[in-house]
């Protein structure tokens, strides 16, 4: 027996404007990204910073990946159809592997140059920095550590995986900017190479962020389990509902960022039908009003011995 009902029968939650939150987070990474990367690549190409052109390039991916995020969750937040009557959440982790890919290739080829560079030799005759490139990795750092916090706070608002994804891009390329201005500093006072070192650091913590969210999609689309602690806590409440005397089994699994439970409860054998019936929609009501990332939970009453 199943407690599952119609989502226009559900209990209403309060929610917020996801449409609206997903056009501003969109908009404000855009912009701001396409502003920033602009002002870094003249910073690096007038102050002959190596590492500087490659943060510039990095932030420059972040504007194609803050637009394949907006389009991966605007279409993951489609209703159900008659073709996809589980909805449409996995598209989500599909764009969260488009970024994660497209970070990769991004780590890659800023630290290319870099590495040619200190294998070549002839430091001397590498250019050193300018003001203007320091400057630049001080605006950046501030910048993209406020933009990660920004789209952080609204991903976690709207259980967004892509979001978060993008969010933790701003964070990396925070870090390469760090990175940008220990190795523009360092040439500056004399050592030219460190700029070339910088633009390697910086591919690896692209790389770094690269992996975290390659493993979290592809995690979410095998239909990982939610975990030994998730679990425990689900079964605990589940028990703890009137007429339920245990659970028999229960299964979870991440469908995109939302949660699907197979669910087998005891309750009285003695009980009619209907009786048995009312406690798994009390169950199912109970678990999708406490625990908001389940979807949809499938209960079958078996009689207690």
Known sequence: ???????????????????????????????GNAVLSAFKLFAGISGQSGAMISDAIHSLSDVLTTVIAFFGVKISKKAA???????????????SLLLGLLLMVTGLGVGKTGLQNILAGNY????VPGTIALAAAVISIVSKE??????????????????????????????SSVGSLIGIAGAMLGFPVLDSVASVIICLFILKVSYDILKDAFSKMLDTSCGENYEAELRQFIEAQTGVICVDMLHTRMFGNKV?????????????LREAHA??????????????????IMIHVNPAE
């Open 1 to 31: 027996m199943t407690a599952r009902k119609e989502e226009n029968t559900k209990r209403t939650r309060h929610t917020v404007d996801e449409a609206a939150v997903i056009k501003k987070l969109s908009l404000v990474s855009i912009v």
């Open 81 to 95: 159809d008659k073709s996809h009557p589980y909805g449409h959440e996995r598209l989500e982790c599909v764009a």
């Open 124 to 127: 001397e005759n590498l250019a």
């Open 146 to 175: 406020a933009m990660f916090w920004y789209t952080r706070y609204y991903a976690n608002l709207i259980n967004s995986a892509a979001f978060m994804a993008d969010a933790w891009h701003h964070r990396s390329d925070a870090f």
């Open 260 to 272: 699907y439970i197979d669910l087998e409860i005891q309750a009285n054998g003695d009980k009619s």
């Open 279 to 296: 406690i798994a929609d009390q169950v199912h009501d109970k678990v999708e009003d406490h625990f908001p990332d389940i979807k949809h």
